[in-house]
């Protein structure tokens, strides 16, 4: 098999490559950088740029299927400027996707785009599945239900297309676990708000898979990528804490003092989604980590005991 991946250097794609090559799996990647491309045999960077509507045509040929993972970082301070920026470098990617699909003879099978839980409605009551059409009145609930529509005019092509909505992943070399974990490390964690804010969190192996997984059976339509046991903000932040053997002695830090140091992205910190995990699961997907103390415990001790064999 030869997946395209859009997005391969990042925290959720450099764990699909690495999982993609253990199957034996080649892979092809865009890069809007041309020194970054490689040319191995399993391997090969192809240039693009959806800003100008520019892609190496090439990086279809041979290719089984595409997994879209294209955007820039949410965290960081919502300015007009950083908006237009987290919008474009969703939307433009999936429409130059889409054209370019459509003037080559290709070979795709499957199309898998990312998305984000970030577009169900904050609640500390409710428990969110594929089927709820309500769209959070935030700037990420905006940019996520966008982000979908774009992905969903794939679906003119013959192949089945997948939307992932993944929630709070947890790795040790990149993503919100290591901020979150820093001031831990130096007996400064906090709790935030109430602490009741519900956190739907994934592991790194398991969201790399989850794509995989979608991609091997060629399944369509929208996926929850959560782990089945979500916990609310005061459980993680305590259980990072007894992972690093740190006690967690501030008091609860309040959404206001936050919007003074991070202004309107202090919104991630504090919303609560509780999302459901059964629709992967009834695909027939194993998680490997179900348990919030056996995650992070990975995570803190960077060990993969289940990555090789279960790749």
């Known amino acids: 098999m030869k997946i395209l991946i859009a997005g391969a250097t990042g925290l959720i794609g450099s764990e699909i490559v690495r999982i993609c090559h253990n199957r034996g799996y080649a892979v092809n990647y865009l890069s809007t950088s041309k020194k970054k491309i490689v040319v191995s045999e399993n391997y090969q960077g192809f240039y693009w740029n959806p800003s100008k509507k520019r892609i190496d045509m090439a990086c279809f040929d041979d290719v089984d299927a595409v997994i879209n993972l294209s955007g820039v970082s949410i965290s960081k301070r919502w300015t007009p400027t950083n908006k237009r920026k987290i919008m474009g470098s969703?939307?433009?990617?999936?429409?130059l996707?889409?054209?370019?699909?459509?003037?080559t003879d290709h070979t795709i099978k499957s199309f898998v785009s990312a998305s984000a839980i970030g577009i169900y409605p904050h609640s500390y009551t409710n428990y969110y599945d594929e089927a709820c059409n309500e769209v959070d009145d935030s700037f990420l609930?905006?940019?996520?239900?966008k982000w979908e529509v774009a992905a969903k005019e794939l679906d003119a092509h013959t192949f089945p297309v997948a939307i992932v909505r993944t929630g709070l992943v947890l790795a040790a070399k990149g993503g919100a676990f290591p901020k979150m974990a820093k001031p831990i490390k130096f007996?400064?964690?906090?709790?935030?708000?109430?602490?009741e804010q519900w956190q739907s969190w994934i592991h790194i192996t398991d969201i790399a898979k989850i794509y995989l997984h979608i991609v091997e059976n060629q399944l369509e339509g929208i996926y929850n990528a959560v782990a089945p046991n979500p916990v609310t903000n005061n459980k993680l932040m305590h259980e990072i804490a007894h992972a690093y053997k740190k006690p967690i002695i501030w008091p609860n830090i309040p959404m206001?003092?936050?919007?003074?140091?991070?202004?309107?992205?202090?919104y991630l910190l504090y919303v609560s989604q509780r999302v459901s995990a059964k629709k992967i699961e009834e695909t027939g997907y194993h998680f490997n980590y179900s348990?919030?103390?056996?995650?992070?415990?990975?995570?803190?001790?960077?060990k993969s005991q289940f990555r090789e064999e279960l790749a």
């Open 90 to 95: 969703r939307l433009k990617p999936l429409e």
């Open 141 to 145: 609930g905006r940019v996520v239900s």
């Open 187 to 195: 007996f400064a964690g906090a709790v935030y708000g109430n602490g």
């Open 97 to 103: 996707l889409n054209e370019a699909i459509a003037r």
């Open 291 to 302: 348990n919030i103390t056996v995650a992070i415990g990975d995570v803190v001790n960077e």
């Open 256 to 266: 206001a003092l936050m919007k003074l140091i991070l202004g309107k992205m202090t």
